[in-house]
C-alpha cells in the first residue's frame, strides 16, 4: 500500500482524481481516515499530559523530529514505538478492530 501524505495531496488534485474514479477516492480517503485517528489520539493525548514534543521525545529516549513526524503523519511508528509512547504518558496501549 503507498503511504499518501495528506499535505502532499491538493485539492484540485483530488477533484481530478474523484471525477476519474470515485471508488479509487473513497479507498485513499478510508486510509486516511485511520491515520488521522491515530494522529488526532496521539495529539490529544500529549497534550492532555501537558507535554512539548520535545518532552515526550524525552521521556521516550527519541527525538523531537520523530514526534514532529509521527504527529504530521510523516512517520508510520512500530507497535514497539506506540508502546514507548505510551509507557512515557503512563497509559496502556489498546488496539481496537471493528
Known amino acids: 500500500m ?4 495528506v499535505s502532499a495531496v491538493g485539492v484540485q488534485e483530488l477533484k ?3 471525477r476519474k474514479d470515485p471508488a479509487s477516492l473513497q479507498a485513499r480517503y478510508d486510509t486516511l481516515e ?3 485517528q491515530i494522529i488526532v489520539a496521539l495529539l490529544d493525548l ?3 499530559q501537558n507535554l512539548t514534543q520535545a518532552d515526550l521525545a524525552e521521556l521516550m529516549g ?3 523530529a520523530n514526534i514532529s513526524k509521527l504527529e504530521s503523519g510523516k512517520f508510520n511508528p512500530s507497535v514497539a514505538f506506540l508502546k514507548r509512547l505510551a509507557a512515557a504518558c503512563d497509559v496502556r496501549l489498546s488496539v481496537y478492530l471493528r
Open 62 to 64: 527519541t527525538s523531537q
Open 46 to 48: 500529549r497534550r492532555a
Open 2 to 5: 503507498t503511504k499518501v501524505s
Open 34 to 36: 485511520a491515520e488521522q
Open 16 to 18: 481530478k482524481e474523484f
